[in-house]
């Protein structure tokens, strides 16, 4: 959730608002006794202090570097971080708005329409949504439930369907020069013909043995 968190504020337009410590699960527990303070501004230092120990340790570490990617994302798309009601009307467009708990919206470039498109989804449910991705070339995983940055993640070809996990925000881009080869369909045919070939034999065995009680 921390993720998605975050995820939904860097990829959101306007000024993106991060309380400190957010980035390693910065948390307020009380001290001398159980559960957390829910509004420390008159607390003491141990409840309020930044617990830097906390990025050291596996969980945090690894919330750091996704905050860290989509920031590093965000500095790179200028389409983030839009300046202007007039430029965010003419190049935002919400996509999938028949899914409930599903956020969905793709973001051109008017002015440069040769950017590739990009495609930032927020599942908020508490189930996986499948999504069939928009027809023609592929679509790059730049963002998914576990990492986030400048890397390619995964690549889907146009029109696949894609599963969105529970409480995960994905960022896509359009690459309309490339398709990913897709041997689904061959593996599909190869085990079908393995299947009626095994059948064929065995048919023939049993026939041969006379064990064969159909004519």
Do not use: C
Not at 61 to 77: F, H, M
Not at 180 to 190: A, G, R
Not at 199 to 206: A, F
């Amino acid at each position: 959730l921390s993720k998605q968190a975050g995820a939904m504020v860097l990829t959101s337009q306007g000024i993106a608002f991060i309380h400190a410590g957010d980035e390693f699960l910065r948390s307020k527990p009380w001290i001398n006794k159980k559960g957390f303070d829910h509004n420390s501004y008159q607390s003491p230092d141990e409840v309020n202090q930044l617990r830097w120990d906390k990025k050291a340790s596996q969980e945090g570490l690894n919330v750091y570097n996704y905050y860290k990617g989509l920031i590093a994302l965000r500095k790179q798309d200028s389409r983030l971080r839009l300046t202007t009601k007039e430029d965010i009307i003419n190049n935002l467009h919400f996509v999938f708005q028949d899914k409930e708990g599903l956020i969905a919206y793709t973001i051109k470039d008017e002015a440069s329409p040769t950017k590739p498109l990009m495609l930032v989804i927020h599942n908020a449910n508490s189930k996986t949504q499948r999504l069939k991705l928009p027809k023609g070339g592929a679509w790059e995983v730049y963002v998914n439930q576990d990492q986030a940055g400048l890397e390619v993640l995964k690549t889907y070809n146009g029109g696949n369907t894609i599963r969105i996990n529970p409480h995960t925000t994905m960022v896509l881009y359009h690459n309309p020069s490339i398709v990913v080869k897709d041997y689904s369909i061959v593996l599909y045919i190869s085990i079908t013909g393995v299947v009626l070939i095994s059948l064929g034999l065995t048919t023939l065995y049993l026939k041969k043995k006379k064990l064969w009680f159909f004519k």
